[in-house]
C-alpha cells in the first residue's frame, strides 16, 4: 500500500457493486450484459450483432447503454432496469473474509452503482454482506445521469451528508474514480485477482498509477484489512 491518500482520516466507505463486491470471474455482468443486448434488440427489431455494437455505442458515448436510450429513444428506465437485472444471482456467494473486513470499517459505509438498488439489494444479501451498508444510492436517486459524470457523484454527496476528504472509493473502473479524486476522495482501484487489467481498467492513455488513481488492489478484503491498522 503506498503512502497517497491513506486511510487515518476516513470516516465514510463507499463500494461499487458490479466486478467490486464480487469478482468479474462471477460472470454476473454478463447476464446483465445480454439482456441489454436481447432489450435493444426488440426495442429497435435489431439482429443481435447490431444491437450489440449501438449498446456499446452508447456505453461509450453516454456512460451507460441506458443513457443512450432515454436520450435516443425515450425508453422508460425503470422498465428497462427490472428487465435487464432480472437474472440469476447463484454465482455469488458468500464471501467470509470480505464481510469481516468491511464490517471493521468505522464510519457509515455505503455502496454507489449505476445498477438499481433491487440489484445491489439482491447482490449484498447473496454475497452475505445484505446487512453491512448504511445505504445504497443508485442511478435512478441522480435522475439516471450515470458515473463517471460529476453530477451524480454530486448528488450522492449531498443526499447522504457525505464528507469528500474524509470518504474513500473503490471501484473497477478507473474513469469513475476521477471525479471522486477531485472532490477529495481517496480513491481504490479494485482489478480482478490473476488475471491481466482489463482494458475498461483503463482510462484515455493514463495508467494504473494515474493521479486519480490513489491505490490499486486484487484482493479487497485484504487492503482493507492493511488499512485498518492505519485508521
Not at 164 to 189: C, I, K, W, Y
Not at 218 to 227: H, R, T, V
Amino acid at each position: 500500500m503506498t503512502a497517497r491518500r491513506a486511510f487515518s482520516h476516513i470516516e465514510t466507505w463507499v463500494f461499487d457493486l458490479d466486478n467490486t463486491l464480487y469478482p468479474p470471474s462471477c460472470r454476473l455482468f454478463d447476464q446483465i450484459d445480454r439482456k441489454m443486448t436481447q432489450y435493444i434488440s426488440e426495442l429497435l427489431s435489431l439482429d443481435p450483432v447490431e444491437a450489440r455494437k449501438l449498446q456499446k455505442h452508447y456505453y461509450r458515448e453516454y456512460g451507460t447503454s441506458l443513457r443512450g436510450l432515454m436520450q435516443e429513444h425515450g425508453i422508460d428506465p425503470h422498465a428497462f432496469m427490472d428487465f435487464v437485472h432480472d437474472i440469476s444471482h447463484e454465482a455469488l456467494v458468500p464471501d467470509p473474509a470480505l464481510k469481516e473486513a468491511i464490517a471493521a470499517l468505522p464510519g457509515k459505509r455505503y455502496v454507489l452503482t449505476n445498477g438499481s438498488r433491487a440489484h445491489a439489494e439482491r447482490c449484498a444479501v447473496s454475497l452475505g454482506l445484505g446487512d453491512l451498508f448504511h445505504d445504497i444510492f443508485d442511478v435512478a436517486a441522480a435522475d439516471f445521469v450515470p458515473k463517471p459524470n460529476r453530477p451524480l457523484y454530486d448528488r450522492f454527496i449531498a443526499h447522504l451528508g457525505v464528507k469528500p476528504d474524509q470518504s474513500a472509493m473503490f471501484e473497477d473502473l478507473a474513469r469513475n474514480l476521477e471525479v471522486p479524486h477531485a472532490l477529495g476522495m481517496t480513491t481504490v482501484l479494485v482489478l480482478p485477482k490473476g488475471e491481466d487489467v482489463p482494458e475498461r481498467a483503463m482510462h484515455d492513455e493514463d495508467s494504473l498509477q494515474g493521479a486519480y488513481v490513489d491505490h490499486v488492489t486484487d484482493d479487497l478484503a485484504g487492503f482493507l484489512k492493511a488499512a485498518l491498522p492505519r485508521i
